[in-house]
């Protein structure tokens, strides 16, 4: 089993329909992630979250809307998206971000796969 | 810049057989950290193993063995008789300071799509 837990594993929205991913780890990790896949490609980093406070932003449109609310949950909101976002979303999470903690491997969850008619 | 170059796309072999999947890695850093990662169908990532620039110790772990070679910036891993169930995609990592700009990102290959027949 995962230790990053994802929920819904699967998500059929419309266009104009608000809806929310959500994320949670127990292992005292200090650093999430949420990254994009699309089918037969490597992950694309979206967003990182340091001790609760985002630290990058890869120019997702604002029509993702991430949050941190503790150390242990991350949110991702999703507003009005385009046919183009359907994907796997993946969540993540390290010990923390650091040059003395860039060793430490990211652990992921099962992903959420987002369709949108 | 990180770049991290898997060129095999898919591979395709039948049960019992060895396989290779090739890793190559480009950075400036001096100091610098390479990942494999498996993706079954059901989607998680999972963490295979780890490696530091300053440690090119080969590993070994089960059927699976890793073969990392600085001179030729190369990571590469091998399933020795392999299995039904090491049927993935199969992506390679890298980990690089990029002068204090790439904190937190993982520079990912394209993947290789691993299919082991009974």
């Known amino acids: 089993d995962t230790e990053v837990t994802q929920t819904p594993k699967h998500l059929v929205m419309g266009m104009t329909n608000k809806k929310s991913l959500k994320c949670e780890q127990h292992?005292?990790?200090?650093?999430m992630y949420w990254y994009k896949q699309k089918a037969k490609k490597p992950p694309e980093l979206m967003f990182v979250?340091?001790?609760?406070?985002?630290?990058i932003n890869e120019s997702v449109p604002s029509r993702f809307s991430p949050e941190c609310p503790n150390s242990s949950l991350l949110n991702l909101h999703l507003h009005a998206l385009q046919p183009e976002d359907s994907a796997l979303y993946l969540c993540?999470?390290?010990?923390?971000?650091?040059?003395?903690?860039?060793?430490?491997?990211?652990?992921f969850g099962d992903g959420t796969r987002l369709s949108i008619l | 810049a990180q770049k991290v170059t898997q060129a095999q796309t898919e591979i395709s072999v039948v049960e019992k057989e060895d396989v290779t999947l090739d890793c190559v890695y480009e950075?400036?850093?001096?100091?610098?950290?390479l990942f494999w990662y498996k993706q079954p169908p059901s989607g998680e990532l999972v963490f295979l193993i780890r490696r530091n620039s300053f440690d090119e110790q080969n590993e070994i772990s089960g059927r699976y063995s890793w073969n990392f070679q600085k001179s030729t910036s190369s990571f590469n891993f091998t399933i020795t008789a392999s299995q039904v169930v090491d049927s993935a995609v199969y992506f390679c990592?890298?980990?690089?300071?990029?002068?204090?700009?790439?904190?937190?990102?993982?520079?990912f290959g394209q993947g290789t799509i691993l299919t082991v027949h009974p």
């Open positions: 993540a999470s390290s010990q923390g971000l650091s040059t003395g903690r860039m060793n430490q491997p990211q652990h």
């Open positions: 950075t400036r850093d001096t100091t610098y950290y």
């Open positions: 292992m005292g990790h200090r650093a």
């Open positions: 990592a890298l980990s690089a300071n990029a002068g204090g700009t790439s904190y937190g990102k993982l520079t």
């Open positions: 979250y340091s001790y609760e406070k985002l630290s």
